[in-house]
């Protein structure tokens, strides 16, 4: 069966209880100082993000590695729950853009990878996102009752200076470096029993502030499932990317899952087009997400999916948008109903 798990970052706090009373036992974690602190949103909206150059800790010291993952998993066993997806790698830009320091980032990558194995946290979540993050113009669009949700305008993008200049990173060059990461960490993740999981480009469009993306279309993703066919090389499904990318996301789900090679699922909507969206409820969007789930079921998916940009409710914060705690609970309970009904 499925499970239904959660994003938590990995220092303790009331969410981390809050998920247990609400019937997760497998969590997806953060690492404590890894990629994700330096490429997340801010809160006024990514349009503000700007990139931190990372500057690893010694060998042994790093957030990625061995010693630290120890750490965690001990700290969320403390509570009742088990780490099965890490969803944060080291620093792969160097790898993404397929210049200088590739090679030095792959092994980093690949450090992660055997401490995973080693530790047996299956599933390593990844995207190939170059220098930006998952990009919002907006984080107080209103939904019912008032709730603030998330939202993206290309238009207003636009309007943004680029993060590059016009040229510099091209869409071959990404494929370039995927195809290279993929050679190399593919059978260290066969050796260790990890499977990696490619994410999604969010917002699923060519470009965002000049940045050049490329896992935007289910092609894409056929693609980097030939590069290497292997049983560990698979991918994220993040609904929200992949409903702005088809007209039938459950046909999708049996489509690129049919082998098996789903590994892990953001369960989420949204409503508008690539250029032009907004976060929903998850109850309250256009996809049939009952039909998901059966999807799901049908391909035979036995990993966890886990709610994302959820809304923020009255008395919530909008601090982190997209993970206030009220909407995680909320979807969690309800992504339960629909887990049971497609059982049946």
Not at 23 to 29: L, N, P
Not at 146 to 152: D, E, H, I, K, W
Not at 318 to 325: C, D, L, P
Request: net charge negative; charged share 25%; glycine share 10%.
């Amino acid at each position: 069966m499925l499970g239904i798990s959660e994003l938590l970052e990995p220092t303790p706090s009331p969410l981390w209880k809050l998920v247990k009373q609400a019937g997760v036992d497998e969590v997806v974690s953060l690492l404590d100082g890894a990629e994700q602190k330096w490429r997340w949103p801010s809160a006024e909206g990514s349009q503000e993000y700007t990139p931190t150059p990372y500057v690893p800790a010694a060998k042994g010291e790093r957030p990625w590695e061995l010693p630290a993952l120890t750490w965690m998993q001990e700290k969320y066993r403390e509570y009742g729950l088990e780490v099965t997806v890490l969803e944060d790698t080291a620093p792969m830009d160097a790898i993404r853009l397929n210049g200088p320091g590739r090679d030095e980032a792959i092994e980093w990558v690949m450090d992660q990878i055997r401490a995973m194995g080693r530790l047996g946290i299956g599933t390593l979540c990844y995207n190939w996102v170059a220098i930006l993050s998952w990009a919002r113009t907006s984080n107080t669009e209103v939904l019912r009752g008032g709730a603030l949700t998330s939202g993206y305008d290309n238009d207003v993008m636009k309007g943004v200076p680029p993060m590059i200049e016009e040229g510099s990173v091209s869409h071959e060059q990404l494929w370039a470096g995927l195809e290279y990461f993929l050679r190399a960490v593919v059978p260290v993740a066969e050796e260790s029993g990890v499977r990696l999981a490619l994410h999604p480009d969010d917002p699923p469009i060519p470009y965002v502030r000049g940045v050049p993306r490329i896992m935007g279309t289910p092609e894409a993703y056929e693609r980097v499932l030939a590069m290497q066919e292997s049983p560990n090389n698979g991918i994220t499904f993040c609904q929200g990317n992949f409903a702005l990318m088809t007209d039938d996301l459950p046909a999708l789900i049996r489509r690129l899952g049919r082998d098996g090679r789903i590994f892990f699922a953001h369960f989420r909507d949204v409503k508008g087009s690539r250029e032009k969206f907004i976060e929903t409820f998850h109850d309250d969007g256009p996809t049939d997400m009952l039909e998901c789930m059966r999807a799901y079921v049908d391909v035979g998916f036995e990993g966890v999916i886990r709610p994302d940009h959820v809304p923020a409710l009255e008395g919530d914060s909008n601090a982190s948008f997209g993970y206030s705690t009220l909407g995680r609970l909320y979807a969690i309970g309800y992504m339960t109903g629909l887990r049971e009904a497609a059982y049946q």
